[in-house]
Protein backbone atom coordinates (compact mmCIF):
# COMPACT_ATOMS: atom_id res chain seq x y z
CA UNK A 1 0.00 0.00 0.00
CA UNK A 2 1.35 3.58 -0.54
CA UNK A 3 1.82 5.78 2.60
CA UNK A 4 3.52 8.63 0.81
CA UNK A 5 1.96 10.07 -1.79
CA UNK A 6 3.80 12.48 -4.42
CA UNK A 7 2.71 14.85 -6.73
CA UNK A 8 4.22 18.02 -8.39
CA UNK A 9 6.83 16.82 -10.99
CA UNK A 10 7.18 17.90 -14.30
CA UNK A 11 9.09 19.20 -17.20
CA UNK A 12 10.82 22.77 -16.89
CA UNK A 13 12.78 24.90 -18.82
CA UNK A 14 16.49 25.81 -16.89
CA UNK A 15 15.77 28.71 -14.31
CA UNK A 16 12.43 27.65 -13.98
CA UNK A 17 10.49 26.29 -10.63
CA UNK A 18 8.56 23.56 -9.51
CA UNK A 19 6.87 22.68 -6.01
CA UNK A 20 7.13 18.82 -4.97
CA UNK A 21 4.55 17.93 -2.27
CA UNK A 22 5.03 14.29 -0.50
CA UNK A 23 1.54 13.71 1.78
CA UNK A 24 2.25 10.76 4.38
CA UNK A 25 -0.84 8.57 5.34
CA UNK A 26 -2.43 10.39 8.67
CA UNK A 27 -1.95 6.12 10.13
CA UNK A 28 1.56 7.27 10.43
CA UNK A 29 2.20 8.79 13.69
CA UNK A 30 5.32 11.07 15.02
CA UNK A 31 7.17 11.05 12.17
CA UNK A 32 10.31 12.89 12.91
CA UNK A 33 12.64 13.64 9.78
CA UNK A 34 11.00 13.97 6.31
CA UNK A 35 13.13 14.37 3.48
CA UNK A 36 13.89 13.98 -0.29
CA UNK A 37 16.31 11.85 -2.46
CA UNK A 38 16.85 11.70 -5.84
CA UNK A 39 18.33 9.47 -8.40
CA UNK A 40 19.85 9.85 -11.88
CA UNK A 41 20.18 7.37 -14.33
CA UNK A 42 23.57 5.39 -13.61
CA UNK A 43 24.06 7.43 -10.22
CA UNK A 44 23.24 6.04 -6.83
CA UNK A 45 20.15 7.69 -5.16
CA UNK A 46 21.34 10.56 -3.02
CA UNK A 47 19.77 13.11 -0.16
CA UNK A 48 18.85 16.31 -1.35
CA UNK A 49 16.87 18.13 2.01
CA UNK A 50 15.53 16.77 5.11
CA UNK A 51 13.12 18.22 7.78
CA UNK A 52 12.93 17.36 11.28
CA UNK A 53 9.22 17.77 13.35
CA UNK A 54 10.92 20.52 14.97
CA UNK A 55 11.71 22.81 11.80
CA UNK A 56 15.36 22.08 11.55
CA UNK A 57 16.52 21.70 8.21
CA UNK A 58 19.37 20.43 5.95
CA UNK A 59 20.49 20.74 2.52
CA UNK A 60 23.05 19.35 0.23
CA UNK A 61 25.41 21.51 -1.18
CA UNK A 62 24.45 21.88 -4.49
CA UNK A 63 20.96 23.42 -3.90
CA UNK A 64 21.32 25.53 -1.64
CA UNK A 65 19.87 28.54 -2.17
CA UNK A 66 17.64 27.59 -4.79
CA UNK A 67 15.71 24.63 -3.09
CA UNK A 68 13.70 24.94 0.36
CA UNK A 69 12.19 22.01 2.26
CA UNK A 70 9.01 22.92 4.33
CA UNK A 71 6.77 20.54 5.97
CA UNK A 72 3.03 20.64 7.34
CA UNK A 73 3.05 18.25 10.42
CA UNK A 74 -1.10 18.84 10.53
CA UNK A 75 -1.21 17.45 7.05
CA UNK A 76 1.37 15.48 7.16
CA UNK A 77 3.22 16.78 4.39
CA UNK A 78 6.66 18.26 3.21
CA UNK A 79 6.84 19.92 -0.01
CA UNK A 80 10.29 21.05 -1.89
CA UNK A 81 10.61 24.26 -3.48
CA UNK A 82 13.16 24.35 -6.05
CA UNK A 83 13.83 27.17 -7.76
CA UNK A 84 16.31 27.98 -10.08
CA UNK A 85 16.44 25.08 -11.76
CA UNK A 86 19.64 23.74 -14.13
CA UNK A 87 19.78 20.42 -15.67
CA UNK A 88 21.84 18.39 -13.45
CA UNK A 89 18.54 18.63 -11.09
CA UNK A 90 17.03 16.01 -13.57
CA UNK A 91 16.29 13.40 -11.34
CA UNK A 92 13.61 11.01 -10.26
CA UNK A 93 13.07 12.79 -6.50
CA UNK A 94 11.81 10.36 -3.97
CA UNK A 95 10.76 11.61 -0.84
CA UNK A 96 10.73 9.72 2.96
CA UNK A 97 9.49 9.77 6.49
CA UNK A 98 11.28 8.60 9.34
CA UNK A 99 9.54 7.40 12.71
CA UNK A 100 11.53 6.50 14.97
CA UNK A 101 9.32 4.71 17.31
CA UNK A 102 9.42 1.59 15.48
CA UNK A 103 12.67 2.98 13.42
CA UNK A 104 11.22 2.73 10.39
CA UNK A 105 11.57 4.65 6.78
CA UNK A 106 8.26 4.61 4.28
CA UNK A 107 8.94 5.63 0.51
CA UNK A 108 7.36 7.68 -1.76
CA UNK A 109 6.61 6.17 -5.63
CA UNK A 110 8.94 9.08 -6.78
CA UNK A 111 8.12 11.75 -9.35
CA UNK A 112 10.08 12.58 -12.17
CA UNK A 113 11.55 16.25 -12.43
CA UNK A 114 13.10 17.42 -15.62
CA UNK A 115 15.11 20.35 -17.05
CA UNK A 116 15.55 21.15 -20.20
CA UNK A 117 15.54 23.68 -23.00
Do not use: H
Not at 22 to 27: E, F, K, L, N, Q
Not at 49 to 70: E, H, M, N, P
Not at 91 to 116: D, E
Amino acid sequence: QVQLVESGGGLVQPGGSLRLSCAASRSIFNIYVMGWYRQSPGKQRDLVATITSGGSTTYVDSVKGRFTISRDNVKNTVYLQMNSLKPEDTAVYYCYAQILTPPYNYWGQGTQVTVSS
